[in-house]
């Protein structure tokens, strides 16, 4: 089983421009990610994503990951409505489904935009959790159920980054990643109960498109969902 790379467009990101090719089996690039290293193999990105910032030509072994792609394996995992909209989260989906991987380690995706001229590593950029998303009300919750949902199939998920970040995930170093240890599976009873909670709410949209759907979604039911999410990892919930 693999070790992946998911870089998304954090400042934090550039600390991995130079970083050696091993540990890392797979690089995985979210939207502009893919201009900070050359040696990535997939690029994630939605369909409003402008051409002109994709990719001219791609390099053999590189290919391109579209909604055909991310939104069936998202779907596999319960869909965007409980696994959050954002292109982090359905990147890992994604990444979860087709690479089953055994680590995925994150950089610049820790979805915090402080106040200035560089939110991304490119400069300023728009923030995805900053919209108005009734399935991005708390990026804690939607963390914990991914890092519980890759735990399910063996794979450890890890923060590479070293500032604030809205994932729960552990912290760690790429030296750390060969010797990292398989993780904890979830407790079973909250596990199951999160998984009903999300059935009892049947807000599962197979076409990936929520937001046409967003105003049958009771953001109370979210909450006590998302709730549950942190539960299974052992942490509260705060305030959306």
């Known amino acids: 089983m693999s070790i992946v790379l998911m870089l998304g467009s954090g400042p934090d990101v550039l600390r991995c421009r130079d970083w050696p090719r091993a540990p890392f089996d797979t ?5 502009n990610a893919w201009q900070v290293r ?3 193999d997939a690029l994630v990105y939605p ?7 994709r990719p001219q030509a791609l390099a053999p072994g590189q290919r391109a990951i579209t909604a055909a792609d991310f939104v069936p394996a998202q779907n596999a995992y319960g869909g965007f409505v409980y ?11 994604w990444a979860l489904h087709a690479l089953r991987p055994r680590v995925i ?3 610049g995706c820790d979805m915090v935009y402080p106040k200035g001229p560089q ?9 995805d959790p900053l919209r108005r998303d009734k399935t991005l009300r708390s990026l804690e919750a939607k963390s914990a159920r991914l890092m519980a949902m890759a735990a399910q199939q063996g794979c450890a998920l890890v923060n590479l980054g070293t500032g604030a970040s809205r994932l729960v995930f552990p912290h760690a170093t790429p030296a750390d990643l060969a010797a990292l240890p ?6 079973r009873a909250a596990f199951a109960a999160a998984i009903r909670a999300e059935a009892r709410a049947g807000y599962m949209v197979p076409s990936g498109r929520y937001w046409e759907e967003e105003d049958r979604f009771d953001t109370a039911v979210i909450d006590r969902i998302d709730a549950a999410w942190l539960s299974v990892a052992g ?3 705060t305030a959306a």
């Open 119 to 127: 939110t991304h590593f490119y400069g300023k950029g728009t923030a």
């Open 38 to 40: 050359p040696d990535w």
């Open 105 to 107: 380690a994150y950089i």
């Open 83 to 93: 696994a959050g909209g954002t292109m982090a989260f359905t990147a890992s989906y």
């Open 47 to 53: 369909e409003d994503f402008p051409p002109e910032r």
């Open 235 to 237: 942490q509260k919930a």
């Open 27 to 31: 690089v995985v690039a979210i939207n």
């Open 182 to 187: 398989g993780p904890a599976r979830p407790d």
